[in-house]
């Protein structure tokens, strides 16, 4: 593998771990990651650059423009629902339309009585 097939790598982990816990600090991409805290500056520089974070503000996390479904894994900016459980405290993020979620969840199979 080339350095830039690795760097490439790692930028893309980084991507869908931000995505994932919608939150983009160093401390949390090198715990994450396990790399070095100087490494994961660079790459949420480079997230910064492609858009899909915000800039550094100090010390404080950096603001998250991107987003995960949890059902197909997808990673983007728009069309995504915050669906919410306020009873039991369950909160998912999906894809806002059934054709844009590409591994849609089958429907259940009932067994024949």
């Given at each position: 593998?080339?350095?830039?097939?690795?760097?490439?790598?790692?930028?893309?982990?980084?991507?869908?771990?931000?995505?994932?816990?919608?939150?983009?600090?160093?401390?949390?991409v090198?715990?994450?990651?396990?790399?070095?805290?100087?490494?994961?500056?660079?790459?949420?520089?480079?997230?910064?650059?492609?858009?899909?974070?915000?800039?550094?503000?100090?010390?404080?996390?950096?603001?998250?423009?991107?987003?995960?479904?949890?059902?197909?894994?997808?990673?983007?900016?728009?069309?995504?629902?915050t669906?919410?459980?306020?009873?039991?405290?369950?909160?998912?993020?999906?894809?806002?339309?059934?054709?844009?979620c590409?591994?849609?969840?089958?429907?259940?199979?009932?067994?024949?009585?």
């Open positions: 593998m080339t350095t830039a097939t690795v760097i490439e790598q790692q930028v893309d982990e980084a991507l869908r771990l931000v995505a994932t816990h919608n939150l983009a600090a160093a401390s949390a090198q715990r994450w990651m396990r790399i070095s805290f100087r490494d994961a500056s660079a790459l949420l520089d480079e997230l910064e650059r492609r858009g899909y974070v915000g800039p550094a503000e100090g010390s404080r996390a950096r603001e998250v423009f991107v987003r995960r479904c949890e059902q197909c894994g997808r990673i983007g900016k728009r069309a995504f629902h669906l919410a459980d306020d009873e039991h405290g369950i909160r998912i993020t999906v894809c806002a339309n059934k054709s844009a590409r591994k849609r969840r089958p429907a259940p199979t009932h067994p024949a009585a």
